[in-house]
């Protein structure tokens, strides 16, 4: 029987943070780094500058991972065969895709791109949500910031019920920025916003970028700042406001509803 590698573990937090892929000690993670996996997560015992971590740490900002010093604490209670060496990942369930991927699908279907940007979603369950809805409405992809938001962890891949493999995550440093990119190439970036006008008043049959805010505070004000237009859901129920994913899904298919009648 083919024994498991021990740096490597299988399971999943009660918080949603998948352990899906956990790498434990100073030689797995930097065989990863080597190895180009996306890493959601890297986590290095703080105050430990000795060669073998130096070299985690190089081969870290090469791949534009970001490493969180955390106590030893804090690494035992995550740790899965109690040998972390001070040294623990947690690897992405799905890698991550480029913006021109999106731009690319896009361009193989003739069709004028509609993506997802999702500011802050943090809840791991939305996250698979949205993306669901995007590959069943026909979106080209899906932008999530790199900080303050989930990322594609196992709980995110099974929401998502098999819409990873055919839609493009985009996973970034600076949100706002790369609002401005999509500006440039076309795109409209509507903001789902209470106050916003009515979803079914405006024309959202162009190329758009649909911008979905966190499920608390909503789309926040900088974001919504680089926001063309605001987009409301009309309602008639005593509650005024729904669900992210659910937001997301109404939105979607208004915009599905103006292409397939234009």
């Not at 791949?63 to 106590?71: H, K």
């Not at 899965?80 to 999106?102: I, K, R, T, W």
């Not at 605001?230 to 208004?254: K, M, W």
Request: aromatic share 4%; hydrophobic share 40%; with cysteine.
């Amino acid at each position: 029987m083919k024994q498991e590698n021990p740096g490597k573990k299988h399971r999943e937090t009660s918080t949603g943070e998948a352990r899906t892929s956990q790498i434990e000690g100073r030689r797995a993670v930097l065989e990863a780094l080597r190895a180009k996996r996306t890493l959601n997560r890297l986590y290095i015992l703080d105050g430990c500058h000795d060669a073998p971590v130096e070299a985690i740490r190089r081969e870290a900002k090469k791949n534009g991972v970001d490493v969180q010093y955390v106590a030893k604490e804090r690494l035992d209670q995550l740790s899965e065969s109690g040998h972390h060496q001070g040294v623990l990942a947690f690897a992405a369930a799905h890698a991550y895709a480029m913006l021109a991927d999106v731009f690319s699908l896009a361009e193989e279907r003739d069709e004028k791109p509609l993506i997802f940007l999702l500011d802050n979603i943090e809840d791991p369950h939305n996250l698979g949500a949205i993306i669901r809805t995007a590959n069943v409405c026909g979106a080209h992809g899906v932008v999530i910031p790199k900080n303050r938001s989930a990322q594609l962890t196992a709980t995110v891949e099974k929401a998502a019920a098999g819409a990873l493999s055919y839609t493009p995550v985009v996973r970034v440093t600076n949100l706002t920025q790369t609002m401005e990119t999509l500006k440039e190439r076309g795109l409209w970036l509507v903001c789902a916003d209470m106050d916003g006008a009515p979803m079914t008043g405006l024309d959202l049959k162009g190329a758009v970028g649909l911008v979905i805010g966190n499920e608390g505070s909503g789309v926040s004000p900088l974001v919504k700042k680089h926001c063309d237009l605001t987009a409301s859901i009309p309602v008639r129920g005593e509650i005024s406001s729904l669900n992210a994913s659910v937001a997301a899904g109404v939105l979607a298919y208004e915009i599905l509803r103006q292409r397939m009648s234009s």
